[in-house]
């Protein structure tokens, strides 16, 4: 009885053909923390951009998060960095490296105060600034590492292909890019984005 009860299970899903979606991340500890610092810090207490570069390059990993609503408003695609000159990086295109040094190309985790609004080559010609506030991002400024958008990145999930990889910008959809920037050109307040793993 076992052994039929367990070919019936190995032919379910050998030959089930439904698409196994991948189990959203429950980031309710880091949205807790990211209020909390952003009252502490007088930055905006309705949303903030929270980063996870720990998901695949082709799938959605930059979420909007609603503080009031307590969920996700809006996501897509994003940009890492390259990450390739100072060292060999042959896995660069899904396996994101991180480093803080000038000129690394690479990308920098932890919390960013956004910035000013100004003038981009890339996209929608509109870049904001990002002011690292970590040991692990404090030269941002220096690295020009701003949100912008790109031509090259789609406006939805691509996966298994890859986004395009930047100099360590978190670069996105040219679409996408318009509804940030007319959320953050309402706010009166520093926006938060915080780029985790």
Avoid at 134 to 162: C, F, Q
């Amino acid at each position: 009885m076992k052994n039929s009860l367990l070919v019936l299970f190995l032919s379910f899903i050998c030959c089930n053909n439904t698409k196994v979606e991948t189990p959203i991340k429950d980031y309710s500890s880091n949205n807790a923390v990211a209020l909390e610092y952003c009252k502490k810090n007088e930055f905006n207490e309705d949303y903030y951009f929270l980063v996870d570069l720990s998901i695949h390059p082709g799938k959605n990993r930059f979420f909007i998060h609603d503080f009031k609503e307590n969920k996700v408003s809006d996501k897509n695609l994003v940009t890492h960095g390259s990450c390739d000159q100072l060292e060999e990086n042959p896995d660069k295109w899904e396996k994101v490296k991180y480093s803080n040094t000038v000129d690394s190309h690479c990308s920098m985790k932890g919390k960013y105060k956004i910035g000013k609004r100004d003038y981009s080559s890339w996209g929608i010609n509109v870049k904001y600034w990002l002011h690292g506030l970590e040991k692990t991002n404090e030269n941002a400024v220096k690295r020009v590492v701003v949100l912008h958008s790109w031509d090259a990145v789609s406006n939805g999930e691509i996966y298994p292909k890859v986004s395009p990889l930047s100099w360590g910008c978190p670069a996105v959809s040219n679409a996408f890019m318009r509804k940030l920037d007319a959320k953050l050109k309402l706010t009166k307040k520093p926006v938060l984005l915080w780029i985790i793993e």
